[in-house]
């Protein structure tokens, strides 16, 4: 990058994503404004200075005193939220037991996660920093629906999402072992799986009993 | 009648290589994927969601968000926790 492509991005002719102009000058984005770090105002750079911008944000992160891993190609910053967030707990599942369960979350949770998608869309690029609060009911509502799915369908759960794991996680591949699964996640949580958009009068491909493409 | 196995031995010898291919490919593909088969066709959500930041290129896998592999430590691991370790809110990546 060019000494005066940059001089123009720092003064703010360039519009990213996520990112804007903060009072003093500095270019800034959203991620780092939200964490209540101080921000620095960048020298110009050569092009073999390029690397100088990540040792500032190394060092304003330091300054924190919280733990900072180095690390050649990414760095991992260990400073938590400030407490004016209030602290929700991440959900735990991997990508299998979170597609298996899916269907659930979204039978369970949809008036959350319909919320949390129009404040984002309302928020035209700070969703963010400005939907904080709706995510926080999506996370605890999907964790809510995963505890009580390891609560009462644990063995069918991970019948079929090791299935899954094995089948490069296509739903299709795996039917056998989400039959009894959706039958007890129903008789105890009373949740359905529902394909949204599944023309009228057609069986949802999930109830077919023997599909002509793509069965086991 | 007596079979002429002698000469029959190279054939047999050449059938056993096919078969000794086969499981080599799929022991090593066993050990590459921790004893599960291997992922194909990975669009980019599932390379947020799996893949490992292998140094800044992107070669075969995508770059960025790797929660699979922040949660568990292994690229294929999988758990079906309700809730991650505490770890996890704060062991994220950042390109550099």
Redesign the interface.
Known sequence: MKAKEWKARRDGKCKGVGSHRSGNGSFVSDALEARDVKPVAPSPLKRHERKSLSSSLIRQLSETDEEVRFHHAVLIDTTPLPDSVPKVEEVGATSAPLLSASYFIGARCKDYNEDYMLCKHEAKGRGPVDCLREGRKVTRCASSVLEDINKYCLKEFRAHWECLDQANHKLFSCRAEEKPYNKCVFDNLKLEKVIPDTPKGEVPVHLKESPIWRHK | MAIPFEALLPYAIMVGMFGVSGVGLVVVKRLKNEG??P???LDVW?RS??TP?I??DVGLFGIVMD??RR??GLL???????????E?????????
């Open positions: 599960k088969n992922r194909y066709n599932d969601i799996i930041n140094r800044t929660r699979d949660l568990t294929r691991g999988q758990t079906d926790n309700p809730v991650a370790p505490p996890f809110a704060v062991n994220s990546e950042w390109k550099v």
